[in-house]
């Protein structure tokens, strides 16, 4: 028993040296020429202006979540459905049940507004209640 913890302290303790290793090699190897060109911010082939730190819509990030979240359904439902025939009815209506909140969720957002890319004032919920 303690023969095999041994044999992995062993392989760990040689994963941890290869990787100082190699960043020792990096570090001596790598180029050491400081120039303010490398230290701008990169947009793209574009030539930037003004400063790396601006403020983004919150809107970029609520569509990413959405996103993800629907790429999160489509990876829950891959296996599922390799293995479809295995499983019999109670897990297709399993199934279908999490696609239907999932939809729910997504007709929630866009009756709110969420997923338009750009929103008034006079379409928030302030504006709503003051009528």
Do not use: H
Not at 50 to 66: C, K, L, P, T
Not at 95 to 100: E, K, L, Q
Not at 108 to 124: A, F, H, N, P, S
């Amino acid at each position: 028993m303690l023969y095999q913890f041994a044999t992995i302290m062993v392989f760990m303790c040689f994963a941890a040296f290869v990787v100082l290793a190699l960043n020792l090699v990096a570090w001596l190897l790598s180029p050491k020429d400081p120039n303010p060109l490398k230290a701008t911010t990169y947009e793209c082939g574009e030539i930037p202006f003004g400063q790396s730190w601006i403020q983004f819509n919150i809107r970029f990030y609520v569509i990413a979540i959405v996103f993800l979240i629907f790429d999160v359904e489509v990876a829950l439902l891959f296996p599922w459905g390799v293995v479809f025939q295995k499983l019999g009815w109670l897990a297709f209506v399993e199934a279908f049940i999490f696609i239907v909140i999932l939809l729910a969720g997504l007709a929630y957002l866009w009756r709110e507004g969420d997923l338009d890319w750009v929103r008034t004032l006079q379409d928030g919920p302030a504006e709503k209640e003051v009528k």
